[in-house]
């Protein structure tokens, strides 16, 4: 024959604890974002994390939420959150010449955290050397002289730059170099005619 098993019974449920997490200030990292992915040295990045509390009720959470540039702590923020509440929070971190690459930024909870990258380029820097023997050491009234400049990209990335010839401390004419790589360097030339002014003048190449 078959015997059936009429057995039965009731429990009891704690649900309150069923729906607290066991750090009542744990704080959860989702959705962390940089304001944009390549950066110049020397730029800020924003960094955009979402921060909850997983408790669904009871205690309200409280952390340290700190930003982390390849494993440094370069930014934090203390957050409190209720119970089920989020926020979104942003954390800022200049760069420096240390960063340039590709840096890795983390924002950490406690002993959770999130990550995300950011390129970060050398700055362009061009150095300008003026050529002295160039011009005359004495003008000649309506006689055209002919100021020679070259330009080098000491940096770490290609650019271009405008570079101006000033009279006595007042610009007298601009002109923008080509696009140069690192290293590279280009002449440019400025041409001047004195005026009969019969004074001392000086030329700026900047």
Known sequence: ????????????????????????????????????????????????????NPNVIGDTASQ???????????????????????????????????????????????????????????????????DANSVSDTFVESQPETLTATVTNTGGQAGATTVALLVNGSVNQTTTTNTLSVGESQQLSFGYTPDGSRQATNLTVQ
């Open 64 to 130: 340290t939420i700190e930003l982390t540039a390849d494993g440094a702590v370069v930014d934090t923020q203390s957050v409190t959150l209720s119970a089920e509440d989020s926020v979104a929070k942003t954390f800022s971190y200049e760069t420096t010449q240390a960063d340039v690459g590709d840096t890795t930024f983390a924002v950490v909870s406690g002993d959770e955290s999130a990550t995300t990258t950011a390129t970060v380029q050398a700055d362009t820097q061009l150095s300008v050397t003026v």
């Open 1 to 52: 024959y078959t015997q059936r098993n009429n057995r039965s019974g009731y429990g009891v449920v704690n649900a309150t604890n069923s729906l607290r997490v066991t750090d009542s200030n744990y704080i959860s990292v989702d959705n962390v974002q940089t304001s944009q992915p390549t950066v110049t040295e020397g730029e800020t990045v924003d960094v955009t994390a979402t921060l909850a």
